[in-house]
């Protein structure tokens, strides 16, 4: 009677540990593309299992869904489900899409995704369907370096010689920026948009008033990079030797807090979880990330995994 006591407790644990425990979304791991489910809270998380798929270097969490979008070569570009194990069947191909995507993003809460093909001239802008299914939206004329869409399709931001464009679905287009331009991105569930400029973080829509926010000069080497975590926020990651410094402000400029991490990040990348965000970096050691939640920034780790289970065995 015990044993069968001690053999269900140890069962309600174990499906507690696999369904009943809060998720952080799903980051990049050490070992090449793969990608691993962070489980539980900020300041009391893991890592968990591997994604089933197989996943290329070029994959992107979605911002708020169980999904990734794949770009792994021509003809391989589509999206996968972000679960332990679903196998093959777990990748939809994006049918008609550029052959060779150049560029391939998420708008900052996954209404919309635009890619675009350098060589050919292409970019697209597909919006997501409530079960998921991306649907090609419309297509333009354009050779980009990189590229931004708003949550609704409506609108791209577009790097084109070096200058930055608006452009609308219909196909006007607005210069934002000469020359010069850093990082930039839509807000979430916003027209509004943020793109660094000549030292200063620039708030603005196409028609209203910009906020401007001036900065401190980068460090010798110093990176910047834009992510909108949270609708009304933008997220300013700066780095400066072996550290990173985080700022938040809301849409209209407002600061609403820090934090720092101790290593240099080469990036921002979404989990799938919403709000969340992790700074990736290619340091070994914790996996650093932030979340972004009721107007406020926090910034935490998830131990590394001990070195004889980073080869799949946990």
Not at 107 to 114: E, F, M, Q, R, T
Not at 146 to 169: C, M, N, T
Request: hydrophobic share 45%; proline share 4%; aromatic share 6%.
């Amino acid at each position: 009677m015990k044993l069968l006591m001690i053999l269900a407790c140890a069962g309600g644990l174990l499906r507690a540990q696999s369904a009943g425990v809060p998720s952080l979304g799903w980051v990049h791991g050490a070992e090449g593309g793969a990608a691993r489910r962070v489980a539980g809270i900020p300041g009391a998380a893991q890592l968990a299992e591997r994604a089933g798929f197989r996943a290329c270097a070029e994959w992107l969490a979605h911002p708020e869904k169980s999904l990734a979008l794949l770009a792994c070569g021509p003809g391989a570009t589509g999206i996968a489900t972000l679960a332990a194990e679903t196998g093959e069947a777990a990748f939809r191909k994006l049918e008609d899409a550029v052959e060779s995507p150049d560029v391939a993003q998420w708008s900052p809460a996954g209404g919309a995704l635009v890619l675009a093909d350098r060589q050919a001239a292409r970019v697209q802008v597909w919006r997501m369907h409530e079960e998921g299914a991306p649907a090609l939206a419309y297509e333009i004329t354009a050779t980009v370096e990189s590229a931004a869409v708003s949550d609704d399709g409506s609108e791209l931001l577009l790097r084109i010689g070096g200058e930055l464009y608006l452009v609308r679905e219909g196909g006007a287009m607005q210069r934002i920026s000469r020359q010069g331009a850093g990082e930039f991105t839509f807000l979430a569930r916003s027209h509004r948009f943020a793109f660094l400029d000549d030292g200063e973080l620039v708030l603005a829509d196409a028609g209203g008033e910009a906020a401007r926010i001036a900065l401190a000069e980068p460090a010798k080497g110093g990176e910047q990079f834009l992510a909108a975590p949270a609708a009304g926020m933008i997220l300013l990651a700066e780095t400066e030797g072996g550290h990173t410094l985080l700022r938040a402000w809301s849409a209209e400029g407002e600061f609403l807090g820090e934090g720092r991490a101790p290593l240099a990040a080469e990036g921002l990348a979404r989990t799938g979880e919403p709000g969340v965000i992790q700074i990736l970096s290619s340091q070994r050691g914790p996996v650093w990330m932030a979340q972004a939640r009721n107007g406020a920034l926090h910034v935490f780790f998830v131990p590394a995994e001990l070195p004889q289970s980073e080869g799949g065995e946990n």
